[in-house]
């Protein structure tokens, strides 16, 4: 048996290693390969008659796959992707493994879409206080679009249907804050003026790119200060940015992955 070179990257000849051997292999600790293994993320150890673990090549292999995956798609999706590799058929096996590149992929269009979606109301903005001002002026979000009237509001119909979601979702971004309508008529229907209508566009296009409410909430309370959409678009880079690190984590697991496949 032989165990070279540095954690990531060793090479494992022989198929006798104790648990210490595949826990320096891998980086993870002897307690962690053990409890791997009961989930199911690796294949059981061999058993000798004094009942101590022995593993093999795939064992490491799998760890490292798991790893990469766990970093690519969440620590759930990796010990299931994993599982199923060894329980399923290759197609389904190559099939769990493209669902995850699948995936990867819709979240990256998401994010672009919603990134396009900011800069086109950060254009719009830019507009509205060249027209109004004439020159550059600093002023905030809400500031620059207190002029709308009555002919540029929406009810929450209209919102919902040029957002494509819901009108109880509107009422729920309302509830949790994100979006603040204009409440009119006797029967509190509501109605949306401009701030709230762009405000309700960049909530959609940050739930669109798969934020949770409170990195939305976030967003949403920088409108008021002089970012303004800005800082939406900076959390849509950092998303981005994610993406494309757990994509490249994915292609690192690849080779990891075939030999596991292969040795089932």
Do not use: K
Request: charged share 25%; aromatic share 4%.
């Amino acid at each position: 048996m032989c165990l070279c070179g540095v954690e990531g990257e060793v090479r494992v000849s022989g198929h006798d290693l104790r648990t210490v051997d595949v826990a320096a292999a891998t980086g993870y600790s002897v307690q962690q390969v053990r409890n791997l293994e009961r989930l199911g993320v690796i294949p059981p150890a061999v058993r000798s008659a004094n009942n101590y673990r022995h593993y093999g090549p795939v064992h490491v292999q799998a760890l490292r796959a798991y790893r990469a995956l766990a970093l690519a798609a969440g620590p759930v999706a990796a010990r299931r992707l994993l599982a199923a590799i060894r329980s399923g058929t290759l197609a389904d096996a190559a099939a769990a493994i493209g669902e995850v590149h699948t995936g990867l992929a819709h979240e990256r269009a998401e994010a672009l879409r919603a990134r396009e979606a900011l800069r086109a109301i950060r254009a719009e903005l830019t507009s509205y206080e060249s027209t109004s001002y004439g020159t550059a002026t600093s002023t905030t979000y809400e500031t620059a679009e207190s002029g709308d009237d009555e002919r540029d509001s929406m009810t929450i119909t209209e919102l919902a249907g040029a957002l494509r979601v819901r009108p109880s979702t509107l009422r729920f971004w309302e509830q949790e804050g994100l979006v603040r309508p204009e409440r009119v008529t006797s029967l509190r229907a509501r109605r949306y003026g401009l701030p709230a209508i762009r405000a309700a566009r960049i909530v959609a296009a940050l739930r669109g790119a798969g934020y949770g409410v409170p990195a939305v909430r976030e967003v949403m309370d920088s409108l008021g200060r002089l970012e303004g959409p800005g800082s939406a678009t900076y959390l849509l880079d950092r998303r981005l940015h994610d993406i494309a690190g757990r994509t490249v984590a994915l292609l690192r697991a690849g080779a990891d992955l075939a030999a596991v496949i292969e040795a089932r």
